[in-house]
């Protein structure tokens, strides 16, 4: 059961895929009967603002970097990663935190791994990098792609321009909330 509704899955040999698909979308439509597949699945997981561990992260992030301090035991004297947090780079302000990036052209996608700088002019060196992009994708309820990076300093930097280098070119993008 999903949100009240009923949620069934089917197997069949797979020369009788096709006609089983067809048949479930016909049986459905009355219904409003909508397939979605893992990348439906990923762009909503990246719209709320939940990280995928090994892409979104790396092993310098934090729950803290994430906007995820909530996971964090504040009454606990004692607990795993204790030690960890207690470390003086925990509070760096220019530590890596996970931002969402929004193109000021909404039609621009910016690949993963696209690089984060503060620079329009690409030929000024060296070009300091301000941070990476994790995650990309193109969303429906934004009427925009968009993008998941990690930025020094990137909670103190809501609402910032800054650039996102695509095929040799920058690309202006807003520095925004991860959700």
Known sequence: ?????????????????LDLWQRLMAAGEAHG???????????????KGYPIVGQDTDG??????????????????????????SRPINDDPKRRQLVGL???????????GSQIVAVNDLHTLPVPMEGFVT????????????????INGGHARIGEKLNAVVDGQTVSVTITSHV
């Open 1 to 17: 059961s999903f949100s009240g509704e009923l949620a069934y899955e089917v197997s069949t040999e797979s020369a009788y895929g």
């Open 102 to 112: 929004l193109p000021d052209d909404a039609t621009v996608f910016i690949p993963e």
């Open 33 to 47: 009967i909508t397939p979605y597949g893992t990348e439906t699945m990923h762009v909503l997981r990246a719209e």
């Open 60 to 85: 310098t992030v934090s729950p803290y970097d994430l906007g995820m301090a909530w996971v964090v035991p504040k009454k606990k004297l004692d607990f795993i990663g204790k030690r960890s947090f």
């Open 135 to 150: 995650s990309s994708y193109d969303s429906r309820a934004l009427a925009s792609t968009f993008a998941l990076a990690l």
